[in-house]
């Protein structure tokens, strides 16, 4: 590496080396350019005439088999493989054994190092990994740029240079116009091996030390706010002080690598691991522990500060594959407008914090940082999942616009939270929070909420690396209360499977977990786990006022169960000398259509419903709504479901049992509308929402729209959506 010539003269030389070193006959490295291909860079034992001519496409071959999975492949009889590729013009016809490494930087295939021998050799664990190590050097080599230039594998052609549009996921809502900076924060390992391991390992100290002092000033901060932001940063505080992990650095260190060489060579081995793992949670821990591997190797350069104030533009917007919390946190927040994503999930980490930090967010923006260049000015439209690359002056001047109007209108749904929610014609409507984290909390004062219609309880669950016990919880509801200020909270029970997973719950596997093992079924299965959440939803509620509800009850005997659940508790408090909430209330949520069929039974036993409109709508007609291909099939404001709301709304007020709704249907101005023509008069949305939702309440007469609707319902159509909005025009409802 350190050698004077061309980057293909010291490729040239390192294959000669590995050769020799390991006794085999082939030594070849290939190289990945660009459309996923694999070429032949580097040989001793093969014809020389193949290289730069032998190409493989990612998956062909065993070459192409180790650069599709990350991991090695090492066979005595490599030409018996099914996956064995032959090809004439590199000439191996006379060698039976293989074994092959990929080489990795930054997470991503950069080619393929293998060694052949005629003889049938059956390689062992150490040949892998002093393969393995080597490779990391080629890495290194690879990405200057010297042998492809980066900028080859980045685009295909020229086109990446016009303007472009990005399609991925909200995970934040908003609008965002500023330059790009991309979150890159590889270093470059120069020294691989070391002659002094003892020196290696004081260095690896000294680092771990400075990068635990510079996390405990994160948590210093982030208790300024305390809440879930706070609680994040522990957890990854747990993944940094980790002596697996630790421990397999120092290992690697006495083997004879330099410190950086050791972590990286971890931080290679556990990617390749993963890199098959499907579990969303295990998936997102990984990306706490590359965070904490570059926050390492930074420390270990000396280097800090990976987000340069100095470097940064005044406004910017960050572009990442993925981030950890903490990196996000290493950013200047006044400058920071938005943030894009190639990976991210809703409830990732470093997506609760960028909401704690109110910027707009897409994730699963898919090539993302290899379709935009550092200082590219880009928007990103968090409200539909869009990020606009080099946009044309037509399409900024648009955005412009948008985020004018959306301030005038914050302005002026801001100037009404004092004014009542009541239709023209006097019907009341309360409108009420959903919400799930502590950060969320102030919304409900900022917004004039009546209360919170939902507080998910799970979320809180999802961020910790271990099963938070009774204490735990207390505390977190007792927040929730305190800040409730006397306004009425409605826990839901913990609501996890499906696509919410738990780190300490087992993978089940499930091909349809939407209809599986999850909310109430866990908790009636794991009965010590409900018991835990009820007993400390009462106690953090001793002489207040509470309100319970169990998610996805399918059967009313399921209901019952979990009543029975809470009345030992209830019990118990007694047994125990502490007072009992000064009001409870259960309910359970609308999502299961076999309920609707169980009114009867079911009505005389609870205080509340609320309808959960996104998972009833998915069941009532069988329509995964996560399937991009059933995604808008299905809506809403169909008779079929307008129906069913309506019949709820009927059958409840005849009970004298409260109704509310309390899915996304509640945050959209004229789904909204359609649920007053149906009778309801309570809704519980996202904080974003209340401005608009009291504009159309204030601007509609209640009694008008509901003669209309019901002159609707029994219409063949699929949608009423436009003959609700040709309504709204002609009755100046604002939407």
């Not at 003889?119 to 890495?139: F, K, N």
């Not at 690697?252 to 990617?271: C, F, H, K, M, P």
Request: proline letters at 4%; a negative charge; hydrophobic letters at 45%.
């Amino acid at each position: 590496m350190a050698a004077g010539g061309t980057a293909q003269s010291r490729l040239d030389k390192i294959v000669m080396l590995i050769a020799a070193e390991m006794g085999a006959d082939v030594c070849s490295c290939y190289v990945m350019r660009a459309g996923e291909v694999l070429e032949l860079f580097a040989t001793i034992g093969l014809n020389l005439d193949a290289v730069h001519k032998t190409r493989l496409r990612v998956g062909e071959g065993l070459v192409g088999d180790i650069a599709a999975h990350a991991r090695p492949v090492a066979l005595a009889n490599a030409p018996s493989h099914p996956n064995f590729a032959y090809r004439p013009e590199t000439g191996e016809d006379p060698f039976d054994s293989f074994m092959g490494v990929p080489i990795l930087r930054g997470g991503r295939v950069r080619g393929v190092l293998a060694i052949q021998h005629i003889a049938r050799r059956a390689y062992d664990e150490q040949d892998v990994e002093t393969l393995e190590t080597i490779a990391m050097v080629v890495a290194e080599l690879v990405a200057t740029g010297e042998l492809v230039d980066n900028r080859e594998l980045q685009v295909a052609n020229d086109l990446v240079l016009l303007p472009s549009r990005l399609d991925g996921v909200s995970l934040n809502r908003g609008i965002a116009m500023a330059m790009a900076v991309l979150h890159r924060p590889q270093l470059t390992i120069r020294q691989m091996v070391a002659d002094d391991p003892e020196l290696e390992l004081r260095r690896l100290r000294e680092a771990v030390d400075s990068m635990h002092s510079a996390i405990d000033r994160l948590l210093i901060l982030s208790g300024e706010t305390g809440g879930e932001h706070h609680e994040i940063i522990e957890t990854y505080r747990m993944f940094a002080t980790d002596r697996g992990w630790l421990s397999r650095i120092r290992e690697a260190i006495r083997t004879g690598l330099t410190a950086e060489a050791a972590v990286q060579q971890v931080q290679n081995d556990n990617r390749a691991r993963m890199a098959s793992v499907t579990d969303s949670y295990i998936r997102e821990r990984q990306l706490d522990l590359d965070d904490i591997t570059n926050r390492l190797l930074q420390h270990l350069a000396g280097r800090q500060d990976k987000a340069d104030g100095g470097t940064l533009p005044d406004a910017f917007v960050l572009v990442a594959r993925n981030l950890g919390p903490a990196e996000l946190l290493d950013y200047d927040s006044t400058r920071l407008r938005g943030l894009v994503l190639e990976e991210g999930a809703a409830y990732s980490h470093v997506a609760i914090v960028a909401r704690a930090l109110d910027i707009p967010v897409v994730g699963q923006c898919t090539g993302v940082l290899n379709r935009i260049d550092p200082l590219d000015f880009v928007i990103v439209d968090g409200d539909h999942g869009q990020v606009f690359v080099r946009p044309a002056e037509d399409i900024t001047e648009a955005f412009l616009k948008s985020i004018e109007v959306g301030e005038e209108r914050k302005r002026e749904f801001a100037a009404a939270r004092e004014l009542e929610s009541v239709t023209r014609d006097g019907v009341a409507v309360r409108l009420m929070l959903n919400a799930g984290l502590l950060i969320d909390l102030p919304h409900l004062h900022a917004t004039g909420a009546d209360g919170i219609g939902l507080y998910r309880t799970e979320i809180p669950f999802m961020v910790r690396h271990t099963y938070p016990d009774t204490a735990v919880q207390k505390e977190t509801y007792a927040k929730v209360l305190d800040e409730a200020d006397g306004k009425p909270v409605t826990f839901r029970t913990l609501d996890v499977g499906g696509d919410k997973t738990l780190p300490y719950f087992p993978d089940l596997g499930e091909e349809n977990p939407a209809l599986g093992w999850r909310a109430i079924r866990i908790g009636l299965d794991r009965p010590a786990m409900l018991r835990k959440q009820l007993r400390a939803l009462l106690w953090a509620a001793s002489g207040r006022d509470l309100r319970v509800m169990f998610p996805m009850v399918a059967e009313v005997s399921e209901f019952l169960r979990a009543r029975r659940i809470l009345d030992l508790e209830l019990r118990r408090l007694d047994q125990d000398g502490v007072a009992r909430p000064r009001d409870l209330k259960v309910g359970v949520m609308m999502e299961v259509p076999a309920l609707l069929f169980q009114l009867d039974a079911l009505l005389p036993h609870i205080d509340f419903m609320s309808v959960g409109s996104n998972d009833l709508l998915q069941y009532l007609f069988a329509s995964d709504r996560g399937n991009p291909m059933l995604n808008n099939r299905y809506d809403l404001l169909s008779p079929a479901m307008l129906s069913v709301l309506r019949m709820l709304v009927r059958r409840c007020d005849e009970a004298g049992v409260q109704l509310s709704l309390c899915g996304e249907m509640a945050s959209r101005p004229l789904d909204a509308m359609a649920l007053l023509g149906c009778g309801f008069r309570t809704l519980s949305m996202s904080p974003g929402a209340f401005g608009e939702i009291k504009t159309m309440i204030r601007s509609v007469n209640v009694d008008v729209l509901q003669r209309f609707l019901d002159s609707l319902l029994g219409r063949p159509d699929r949608s009423l959506r436009q003959h609700l909005l040709a309504f709204a025009r002609d009755h100046g409802v604002r939407l």
